[in-house]
């Protein structure tokens, strides 16, 4: 990287460190971790397939890197995001009392009163005020 950048290692470093006020390797270490969080919550890959995919060699360094970054154990870590995944997909799904019997759309304002949708004025509104008297924004 030094060499492409046309420094010695030495400088690029002192510079890196100077300019975002942490090492270059601490950096990397974080996108290593990143990339991990994000192939144990998207992939059934074995933890050990994904440290050696992310550039770690053993996977007690990396188990002990990833808790030490992300705050708990890799294993753990994946079953917490894929609950956490459920439970935004449930409460995407909310449906009104007595209202349309389909999931709530991002943005959707649903009045309560009349049990209609609100146009793009009221939607307006809300976004305008925060709040739309009689009304309930669903969704997350």
């Given at each position: 990287?030094?060499?492409?950048?046309?420094?010695?290692?030495?400088?690029?470093?002192?510079?890196?460190?100077?300019?975002?006020g942490r090492s270059l390797q601490s950096r990397q270490m974080d996108?290593?971790?990143?990339?991990?969080?994000?192939?144990?919550?998207?992939?059934?890959?074995?933890?050990?397939?994904?440290?050696?995919?992310?550039?770690?060699?053993?996977?007690?360094?990396?188990?002990?890197?990833f808790k030490r970054l992300a705050g708990r154990p890799p294993t753990?870590?994946?079953?917490?995001?894929?609950?956490?995944?459920?439970?935004?997909?449930?409460?995407?799904?909310?449906?009104?009392?007595?209202?349309?019997?389909?999931?709530?759309?991002?943005?959707?304002?649903?009045?309560?009163r009349t049990h209609r949708s609100a146009g793009a004025g009221a939607?307006?509104?809300?976004?305008?005020?925060?709040?739309?008297?009689?009304?309930?924004?669903?969704?997350?």
């Open positions: 990287m030094a060499r492409l950048c046309g420094c010695t290692e030495r400088h690029l470093r002192r510079v890196f460190r100077q300019y975002f996108y290593r971790i990143v990339m991990a969080k994000r192939l144990l919550a998207e992939t059934n890959a074995k933890v050990i397939d994904v440290a050696q995919e992310c550039g770690f060699r053993h996977l007690g360094f990396f188990n002990a890197t753990e870590w994946r079953k917490a995001a894929r609950n956490k995944r459920v439970m935004r997909r449930r409460s995407q799904e909310v449906v009104c009392p007595n209202g349309p019997a389909e999931p709530a759309r991002n943005g959707q304002v649903w009045q309560e939607q307006a509104a809300v976004a305008m005020s925060g709040e739309l008297t009689g009304a309930r924004k669903l969704g997350c």
